[in-house]
């Protein structure tokens, strides 16, 4: 994993704590840490000396997520990890790795717990003033992304708005209905409708919700802080803090500026994850195949 260590309100200190909480959760790990010689030095001490074979370090004083984005397309990491500039780390991504074909945006994705399970919700920061073209596309990636990863069947994917009513929103909402309903959806996936702010919390009415960045960002804030004051879920259970950029050619995870060494080390812990399924590109190959079906 290539990991940002300038990445984050409180890094690199923040950073260093959660590079080696995920080194020592997970023996099979290894890291490539970008940034100040002085930051990578601290998780090398830090580490029991038989460790330490698993850190490599790219020293760079600036530049740090497009140093790790340039690690991955290069071969050296597997994944992308920063907590950094959400505009900066979708930029270094979408240059240094790629676009898959079709995607003009890429959209962030993230994962919340539900009543009855885990809803994909996208985007949630990558794009703050989207076009219908834009949300249909994320439509499509979310439905790619939730039978992926998490094995949903015919995902049901809805677009968030202020009622399930229909002409129910802004122009763009009262707009999209028609480019999703009449688009071929990923994996058997379908267009459910409208659904409100509590359908995501139900998990009843879809399996992805799509919206656009800036509202989604406000939500996933919202219901995370709702989620460690209230405790209505099993805390030792929830996804991680941290959303999978989709749309470019590699494994990105961008956590929370303000995530804590816990947060940063289930980042880099999902990121592992997305990498030894294959997930990037099952979710790519899902597309592919649905236009090559839709043609």
């Known amino acids: 994993m290539a990991v940002d260590l300038l990445g984050g309100d409180q890094a690199p200190a923040v950073v260093v704590d959660g590079a080696l909480r995920a080194a020592q959760a997970d023996p099979s790990l290894h890291l490539t840490l970008v940034g100040p010689a002085e930051a990578a030095d601290a998780v090398l001490a830090a580490l029991d ?44 991504a979408a240059r240094e790795l790629g676009r898959w074909p079709g995607i003009r945006r890429p959209a962030l994705a993230a994962v919340l717990p539900t009543v009855t399970g885990r809803l994909v ?116 259970n929830l996804p991680p803090r941290a959303a999978v950029l989709l749309g470019v050619g590699g494994t990105v995870v961008v956590c929370h500026g303000a995530a804590t060494g816990s947060d940063l080390a289930a980042g880099i812990a999902f990121a592992a994850d997305l990498h030894r399924r294959a997930s990037v590109a099952a979710i790519a190959d899902l597309l592919r195949y649905s236009e090559v079906s839709h043609d």
């Open 121 to 236: 919700l996208l985007d949630v920061g990558s794009n703050v003033d989207p076009d219908e073209k834009t949300l249909a596309m994320h439509a499509r990636l979310g439905a790619a992304y939730a039978s992926a990863v998490h094995n949903v069947n015919a995902p049901r994917v809805g677009m968030l708005t202020i009622g399930s009513e229909p002409g129910k929103g802004d122009r763009l909402r009262r707009n999209l209905p028609p480019l999703l309903t009449g688009q071929r959806l990923p994996a058997g996936a379908r267009y459910a409708g409208l659904v409100e702010g509590n359908d995501v919390v139900l998990g009843t009415a879809a399996d992805v919700v799509v919206t656009d960045g800036f509202t989604g960002n406000v939500l996933l804030k919202a219901l995370e802080t709702a989620y460690a004051v209230a405790e209505p879920f099993d805390q030792e």
């Open 49 to 92: 000396p038989a460790d330490r074979q698993r850190i490599t370090t790219a020293v760079t004083s600036s530049g740090t997520v497009r140093g790790a984005a340039r690690a991955v397309a290069e071969g050296r990491a597997d994944a992308l990890v920063s907590a950094g500039d959400t505009g900066a780390t979708v930029l270094s």
